[in-house]
Nanobody, 128 residues
Framework: QVQLVESGGGLVQAGGSLRLSCAASGRTFSNYGMGWFRQAPGKEREFVAAISRSGANTRYADSVKGRFTISRDNAKNTVYLQMNMLKPEDTAVYIC?????????????????????WGQGTQVTVSS
């Protein structure tokens, strides 16, 4: 298990950009695959993006592909989500998650059950 703390959320106009950060505790950050999920009120938690332990492989939900970029800096124990061309439907709480068993090559979108550690989330609001 690892402690995760998100930051970088806020209010932005449609078409704008935000960069989220997720800081992890411990010395074994590189042993965890990382992911971003989002959840709007009344809706289920939705996969957004994931990155392998080394950072070499990524996967994105179709709804954000081409607009969002996930990256990580293992020396800083941090994973990022760069969000460009934001849309009102991107409005949600964005939550960082860690998995010690996430495959390096992701052939399908991971599920929330694939991740054992979760942050508290950071609010992203996109106005039209």
């Amino acid at each position: 298990q690892v402690q995760l703390v998100e930051s970088g959320g806020g209010l932005v106009q449609a078409g704008g950009s935000l960069r989220l950060s997720c800081a992890a505790s411990g010395r074994t950050f590189s042993n965890y695959g990382m992911g971003w999920f989002r959840q709007a009120p009344g809706k289920e938690r939705e996969f957004v993006a994931a990155i392998s332990r080394s950072g070499a492989n990524t996967r994105y939900a179709d709804s954000v592909k081409g607009r969002f970029t996930i990256s990580r800096d293992n020396a800083k124990n941090t994973v990022y989500l760069q969000m460009n061309m934001l849309k009102p439907e991107d409005t949600a709480v964005y939550i960082c998650a860690a998995s010690p068993t996430l495959p390096s090559i992701l052939l399908s979108d991971p599920l929330p059950s694939d991740f054992g550690s979760w942050g508290q989330g950071t609010q992203v609001t996109v106005s039209s």
